[in-house]
């Protein structure tokens, strides 16, 4: 059974930097195109940043192009979310997602229809 697990969030001041990680077990993570989402109170989860099995092809909301980077370690299973001059509109739960249907190499698959399991999440709050 594939499992994820994020981790990295908590408290943070406006203008900080964060790096999340979610760490895959239980299946082929090189075969997974992964994707981070996130969701705040009142909001619906929408895409944050999206990448393919190989690492070469990704995407992104376009409000966080140019503050956060989406990158993988296929060695390691793990996919990272770095965040840089974090705002307090960033504070939300960011999930990590797996597609465990077929995926093509360079797509970034950027739907969270598209993605098949889960992590429980990792809840990030910026302060002003």
């Known amino acids: 059974q594939v499992q994820l697990v994020e981790s990295g969030g908590g408290l943070v001041q406006a203008g900080d930097s964060l790096t999340l990680s979610c760490v895959v077990s239980g299946g082929t993570f090189s075969s997974y195109a992964m994707g981070w989402f996130r969701e705040s109170p009142g909001k619906p989860r929408e895409l944050v940043a999206s990448?393919?099995?190989?690492?070469?092809?990704?995407t992104s909301a376009d409000s966080l192009k140019g503050r956060f980077t989406i990158s993988r370690d296929n060695v390691k299973n793990t996919l990272y979310l770095t965040m840089n001059r974090l705002k307090p509109e960033d504070s939300a739960v960011y999930y990590c997602a797996a597609r465990g249907r077929a995926a093509l190499l360079e797509y970034p698959y950027p739907r969270e229809r598209e993605y098949d399991f889960w992590g429980p999440g990792t809840k990030v709050t910026v302060s002003s």
């Open positions: 990448i393919s099995r190989s690492g070469g092809g990704t």
